[in-house]
């Protein structure tokens, strides 16, 4: 299983570094300054610690005026392509992860992009969310407990609950 995700995430890369390749030739490239990479280095720093990559650099490029606001959405995905998928790798290599809840975070994270946002009433956002949530507790709680067999707790032989105390006054 964890092959076939590596192989899988190798092969979306490769394909993509094609694609991108592709458009920076026909394209007019621009040359990244120094403010733009230093950006990019703190907002993926902070994604590897939790802090999600596109807020931090939504709200840099609004305060910078570094990017025009029409450009941010694609600028965003253009950009942090690359590193997330570097993440992805480390990640998945390094920290066990339950074959079902990736198949399941992956699963909700397509049917997320599914659709665009301003299509979706926030009603079926958050109920399909929910769905899929339950559904992977659900699977982790199940894996857990088959695999997670806790030893019972030792009983004492003067009762179930514990050892016997003395009477009271003695």
Known sequence: MLAATLATLALFTLSYIAVW???LRTASP???SLASLITGFVTNFFDTL????FATTTSIFKFTRMVPDQLIPGTLNAGHTIPTIFQAFIY???IEVDPTTLLL??????AG???P???TSFRMKRSGAFRLTSRNAGFSSKRSAETQQLPAP????ATSIGPKCPPPGI
Not at 50 to 53: A, E, F, K, L, M
Not at 105 to 110: E, L, N, Q, R, S
């Open 30 to 32: 621009r040359t990244p």
């Open 113 to 115: 992009s599914r659709k």
């Open 50 to 53: 939790g802090i999600g990559s």
């Open 105 to 110: 975070m992956i699963a909700g994270a397509v």
């Open 92 to 94: 998945i290599a390094a």
């Open 21 to 23: 390749l592709n458009a």
């Open 154 to 157: 030792p009983k004492h032989p």
């Open 117 to 119: 946002v301003s299509h």
